[in-house]
């Protein structure tokens, strides 16, 4: 039941700007939601989280570019990524970080950045 349907991504040169998309069926809005990234040979890092009451919060790595929120009604999870390096290109993931959808993942949206 539950889906997670990411969009947005492309390519884009350094110091430009993408709006990632994920619309999220079959969760609650009581969900924390998340956004993930994996670079090719890189673990995978948690970009940032906002919890159903609006509290976000970011990794280091992208603190003061990135930008999320949430539409609940839209069952929608944004990722506003400004002043992009290529250090974030990575393939995107929109994620639920509550249970019992936390075990859901999305087929992600590639984010590519050149120089």
């Known amino acids: 039941q539950v889906q997670l349907v990411e969009s947005g991504g492309g390519s884009v040169q350094a110091g430009g700007s993408l709006r990632l998309s994920c619309v999220a069926s079959g969760i609650f809005s009581i969900n924390v939601m998340g956004w993930y990234r994996q670079a090719p040979g890189k673990q995978r890092e948690l970009v940032a989280t906002?919890?159903?009451?609006?509290?976000?919060n970011y990794a280091d790595s992208v603190k003061g570019r990135f930008t999320i929120s949430r539409d609940n009604a839209k069952n929608t999870v944004y990722l506003q990524m400004n002043s992009l390096k290529p250090e974030d290109t990575a393939v995107y993931y929109c994620k639920p970080l509550t249970p019992p959808y936390y075990a859901y993942w999305g087929q992600g949206t590639q984010v590519t950045v050149s120089s």
């Open positions: 906002i919890n159903p009451d609006g509290r976000i």
